[in-house]
């Protein structure tokens, strides 16, 4: 008798991240060399009389506000 094993299709690999794919692209942050992206765009401050846009980093996600 021979028996054969069926192995399910949905069956997830489970395989621990290595630090180097967890950190990936942070250093870059850590050292001030951010990818800014625009969140929202012209917005007008009316105490300083000037435009406002929001910028996030891609990577780490802090915000700044640019005052144009």
């Known amino acids: 008798m ?5 192995i399910p299709d949905n069956v997830v690999p489970l395989k621990r991240k290595k630090p180097a794919e967890i950190h990936k ?11 800014w992206i625009i969140k929202q765009e012209k917005q007008f401050d009316v105490k300083k009389g000037k435009l406002v846009t929001l910028c996030k980093c891609s990577r780490c996600g802090k915000e700044k506000v640019e005052l144009k």
């Not at 692209?25 to 990818?35: A, D, I, N, V, W």
């Open 25 to 35: 692209g942070k250093s870059l942050c850590r050292h001030g060399f951010h990818k």
């Open 2 to 6: 021979t028996e054969t094993t069926k």
